[in-house]
């Protein structure tokens, strides 16, 4: 199973590339892997048995990807917390194929205290500390 991930991965990447025009601004690895792991998602809703680890594995690496993809923006800087909790908890609950109403409650009230820091930007210092929370380490 695990040399059919993997090599679905390769593949896949060549594909994308075949795809994607010079003008065009996304991540063929990024590509790859993603429809490596909705495929397996389709295979697990057909009943066919998956390797729940890579399945794992490959949501962990979007989430990551898509974490540092969304990172670049500086307009967001404020808010990579949320954005990475929002991006590994989706992964986790398509992992483990169910809806946790407590991790969205989390969500939810982590993206309004973010949203309330940016809206009143009380303490520049507080701002200024989880904008550079990942810089100089």
């Not at 003008?23 to 998956?50: I, K, M, Y």
């Not at 701002?127 to 810089?135: A, T």
Request: proline residues 1%; positive net charge; glycine residues 6%.
């Amino acid at each position: 199973m695990e040399i059919f991930v993997f090599g679905a991965v390769v593949v896949l990447f060549f594909v994308w590339l075949l795809v994607k025009s010079r003008s065009q601004q996304w991540c063929v690895l990024c590509a790859a892997v993603s429809t490596t792991w909705a495929g397996l998602v389709v295979f697990r809703l057909s009943d066919v048995e998956v390797n729940e680890t890579l399945l794992a594995l490959l949501l962990g690496a979007s989430a990551t990807g898509g974490y540092y993809w969304l990172a670049r923006q500086e307009k967001l800087a404020l808010f990579k917390l949320p954005i990475f909790l929002t991006l590994a908890i989706a992964a986790y609950q398509v992992a483990v194929w169910s809806v946790k109403i407590d991790l969205v409650l989390l969500l939810v009230g982590l993206w309004l205290l973010f949203g309330l820091i940016a809206l009143v930007r009380v303490n520049g210092t507080l701002v200024k500390k989880i904008i550079e929370c990942c810089r100089n380490w």
